[in-house]
T-cell receptor, first 113, second 111 residues
């Protein structure tokens, strides 16, 4: 079974721009979570989607948003990019919201100049 | 708020020795504790997890122990090998809620 995939793998943007990242979960997995990984803050939870609905949300500003499609693929969007948004963005999928085990994708490395 | 502390931040051991990484969580309602291994430039990979209804779980050279009273859990790696070198993250969650991660431990195993 193919693992979680994320596109693009690398992205360079400038301050003020917006960006959309994509995540395709493991086949059959319906829950997708997003995390931001930085050297200073570690791995921080952004949000979780299940059945096209946001189930949980972390402590990030409203510039960070996401959505999930009927095929469970998910996108996250960051508007008005700031230098501090430079990070590795990881998505993780699990079978359903009621499960624990999460499996991570390779991440998208976002650099904001 | 919810918090997971992880120690040490770096750990160097000789090949064949044991390595122990410790985590403390703040939310007493947490009941699921996974450990992830992240090699340089790669995705975090789940290596072992434990639920609050057991005190210990073992998988070959890796074991995890949980002390609910003290809100501590630890990862034990025996007979370390150079390929064990990576950053290890502990995490905690309540039911099937979001994962709260520790800050990571960089483990270096010297041959």
């Amino acid at each position: 079974k193919a693992g979680v995939t994320q596109t693009p793998r690398y992205l360079i943007k400038t301050r003020g721009q917006q960006v959309t990242l994509s995540c395709s979960p493991i086949s059959g997995h319906r829950s997708v979570s997003w995390y931001q990984q930085t050297p200073g803050q570690g791995l921080q939870f952004l949000f979780e989607y299940f059945s096209e609905t946001q189930r949980n949300k972390g402590n990030f500003p409203g510039r960070f948003s996401g959505r999930q499609f009927s095929n469970s693929r998910s996108e996250m969007n960051v508007s008005t990019l700031e230098l501090g948004d430079s990070a590795l963005y990881l998505c993780a999928s699990k079978l359903a919201s009621s499960y624990n085990e999460q499996f991570f994708g390779p991440g998208t490395r976002l650099t904001v100049l | 708020g919810e918090n997971v502390e992880q120690h040490p931040s770096t750990l160097s051991v000789q090949e064949g020795d044991s390595a122990v990484i410790k985590c403390t969580y703040s939310d007493s309602a947490s009941n699921y504790f996974p450990w992830y291994k992240q090699e340089l430039g790669k995705r975090p990979q789940l290596i072992i997890d434990i639920r609050s209804n057991v005190g210990e779980k073992k998988d070959q050279r890796i074991a995890v122990t949980l002390n609910k009273t003290a809100k501590h859990f630890s990862l034990h790696i025996t007979e370390t090998q150079p390929e064990d070198s990576a950053v290890y993250f502990c995490a905690a969650s309540k039911d099937t809620d979001k994962l709260i991660f520790g800050t990571g431990t960089r483990l270096q195993v010297f041959p």
